[in-house]
């Protein structure tokens, strides 16, 4: 990498540090993280040149990109005329659209600038693994490191779930939809995406009240679409100069090569959201991991537990409920059923505990009953959580060390890329007969 990619690649975590854990009050809240932001972009600018991003536009891309962010707006609005529609927190006078303006487009302009620089520089040789480290690390940026580790590290599984359906699942789908753009026709290709998303979310009056489950479909299903078909309908000349093979080599007995398929695709996203609503309970079950041994040997750590829905009348002693109890998901055997006040109260207890519980269980605490126990499948989500906590813990008691080692790698990186130029060009020099 040259030494203005790592300069690029510096700032970028820079701001989205400086962002995330430095956060002024007053006006220098939407002052800070803008001029942070410009900064971005102007050296990304600076780097690119206009005369370059001007070669790398292509007008069919262009267009296409910014149907998809219309198509994406638009199916928003469909699902908003159903669930309906809330007012924008947003100030619509002249001032406070001057700063909404300022604060919105800020980020969008660094991001999706530095993000075309990167990708038409170190993406030559190897697109496809460019393209995908860029997404996530630009997906991550969006999130935040803090935001993300927090989410993770809770104990609280519908709130994990809504994270990953409305969040992370949709900020993926867009940023590999905005990087492979920005790979294939620049950055004015990714802004005309991302650009009508960003005009909409900020300055319509009013916003679609759409429940995490639709919000999750449409942002994650409008671009995969849109990356299939921008990747079915770009020109062939302009796919092969960059590196992206437009055949794929199969043996004889095969017919001839074809284009991904848009099925597949859509058929990985509509998986992906059917597997974060299965997670909440969208489906009509409920998958939990248990956390303690309290089930013992019923249930051990690490199994996962399927409950359903119920109705509290149909509950029997000896049947196995999750419920809620000060904001935890708890679950317990009942083992008596009380009548108080014309109310069915359930007590419960863990198999493995030798007194039941000291609070009864009212229906409305009751989220199902169990059904089905898949045995130890949860520990890898346990394993991922638990390396995701430790990381964090490290990171935040050896702060600077972390920063320290980051700064060594980037001058070593940068050191052996000024050493590789100077010996390519003495090389050059002796075979020119210089020396």
């Known amino acids: 990498m040259s030494r203005n990619t790592y ?26 993280p803008s001029i942070c ?32 962010g219309v198509f994406q707006i638009v199916a928003l609005i469909d699902v908003g005329l159903v669930t309906g529609f809330g007012r924008s927190p947003q100030t619509f006078t002249l001032r406070g659209l001057l700063a909404t303006s300022i604060y919105a487009f800020s980020p969008l302009l660094g991001m999706e600038l530095s993000r075309g620089y990167l990708l038409k520089t170190i993406g030559k040789k190897r697109p496809v693994l460019t ?47 905005a990087s492979y753009l920005a790979l294939i026709a620049g950055p004015i290709a990714s802004l ?25 479909l449409i942002n994650v299903m409008a671009p995969t679409i849109g990356f299939v078909v921008i990747s079915q309908a770009a020109p062939a000349e302009l796919l092969k100069k960059i590196g992206i ?5 199969r043996p004889r007995i095969f017919s001839e090569a074809k284009k991904p398929s848009a099925k597949g695709w859509t058929i990985i996203s509509v998986l992906c959201v059917l597997l974060v609503w299965a997670s909440t309970g969208l489906l009509g079950f409920y998958p939990t991991i248990i956390a303690s041994g309290s089930m013992k040997p019923t249930m051990e750590v690490g199994d996962i537990a399927i409950s359903v829905s119920v109705d509290p009348s149909t509950i029997h002693a000896e049947d196995i409920i999750q419920y809620w109890q000060e904001e935890e998901m708890i ?6 059923i009380r009548l108080e006040g014309g109310t069915r109260l359930f007590q419960t207890k863990g198999d493995a505990n030798r007194e039941p519980d000291t609070e009864l269980v009212n229906p409305t605490q009751i989220r199902g009953k169990l059904i089905l126990t898949i045995p130890k499948l949860g520990w890898i989500s346990i394993h991922i959580k638990t390396a995701i906590t430790s990381i964090w813990s490290f990171f935040l008691a050896n702060t600077m060390l972390v920063y320290a080692t ?17 010996s390519r060009s003495r090389t050059h020099w002796r075979r020119k007969g210089g020396w």
Do not use: Q
């Open 245 to 249: 093979p437009t055949e794929t080599k």
């Open 37 to 68: 932001w410009v900064i971005l972009a102007s050296v990304a600018l600076k780097f690119c040149g206009f005369e370059r991003i001007r070669s790398w536009f292509n007008k069919r891309v262009f267009f296409m990109a910014a149907l998809v």
């Open 7 to 32: 300069i690029i690649l510096v700032l970028l975590l820079a701001v989205s540090a400086l962002v995330n854990w430095f956060r002024p009050g007053g006006l220098m809240a939407y002052l800070f």
């Open 331 to 336: 679950i317990h055997r009942v083992t008596d």
């Open 406 to 422: 980051l700064a060594s790698l980037v001058f070593m990186g940068s050191t052996y890329t000024v050493h590789a130029y100077k």
């Open 131 to 177: 393209l995908g480290l860029v997404t996530l690390l630009y997906s991550f940026i969006t999130i935040s490191i803090i935001g993300l580790t927090t989410i993770l590290t809770s104990n609280d599984p519908l709130l994990i779930s809504d994270f990953i359906g409305s969040r992370f699942l949709p900020t993926v789908t867009e940023n590999l939809l």
């Open 192 to 216: 005309a995406y991302r650009a009508p998303l960003t005009a909409f979310e900020w300055f319509f009056p009013i916003l679609p009240d759409l429940t995490w489950g639709f919000e999750s």
